[in-house]
């Protein structure tokens, strides 16, 4: 933060923690220090979202210059090199309230903001270029509908061929298609889902962003 501010620098981010991170440990006193008014792409990625680590955040530098919309959530990973997903640029973050009972079935159900049993999960944007996002069954290999959760799969120019020197791994995750024959994709691992063509990212196998 001391480098975006002593270069003005406009792009930079992180994942979910790094946020967490600055706002526990900057102190009082640097607050006054800096100027990050011009940071206006903050990216933030690579782990399930978490709403109140990025309103804490901006809450907390605003005397900084820094402005709530400037925050850009996104969708990467090494294997797909890098960005999947990105949220619109200075747009209000995607914010949604749900179930948390219904979430952990893998069902996606609203609820009000801030009850008992809710939770916010922040969205990660929309694909990008040529990228492709499938939710998709981990058991069955069935692509899932509209507001299920299930595994991320992606498919796109940007994804790498395999891992270096580790071709069990590599027929695992890589060039998979879905039981009706799309494909091929890269497995990600990661659980999430589909709403207005938007992707939520809730955690890795059988981690949600609940716990």
Not at 95 to 108: H, Q
Not at 169 to 182: H, K, L, M, P, Y
Request: charged fraction near 20%; glycine fraction near 12%.
């Amino acid at each position: 933060m001391k480098t975006i501010s002593g270069h003005r620098g406009i792009t930079s981010g992180g994942p979910n923690f790094a946020y967490n991170h600055c706002t526990r440990r900057i102190p009082d006193s640097a607050l006054t220090q800096l100027d990050i008014s011009g940071w206006r792409i903050v990216f933030c990625g690579a782990e399930p979202i978490n709403a109140g680590t990025l309103e804490a955040f901006a809450e907390r530098f605003a005397i900084m210059g820094f402005k709530r919309e400037a925050f850009t959530p996104c969708y990467s990973l090494a294997e797909s090199t890098l960005a999947v997903t990105v949220g619109v640029y200075e747009r209000d973050l995607d914010i949604i309230s749900v179930r948390t009972e219904a979430l952990e079935r893998k069902w996606i159900l609203p609820a009000v903001p801030g009850t008992i049993g809710s939770a916010e999960l922040v969205g990660s944007g929309t694909p990008r270029g040529d990228m492709a996002v499938a939710i998709v069954d981990g058991e069955t290999q069935a692509p899932l509908p509209p507001n299920e959760v299930g595994e991320v799969w992606v498919a796109g120019r940007s994804v790498a061929a395999g891992y270096r020197q580790d071709p069990e791994e590599t027929a695992s995750a890589f060039g998979v298609r879905t039981s009706d024959g799309a494909g091929p994709y890269l497995r990600t691992g990661d659980l999430g889902f589909l709403r207005n063509g938007r992707l939520f990212i809730i955690g890795c196998h059988k981690r949600y962003a609940t716990d």
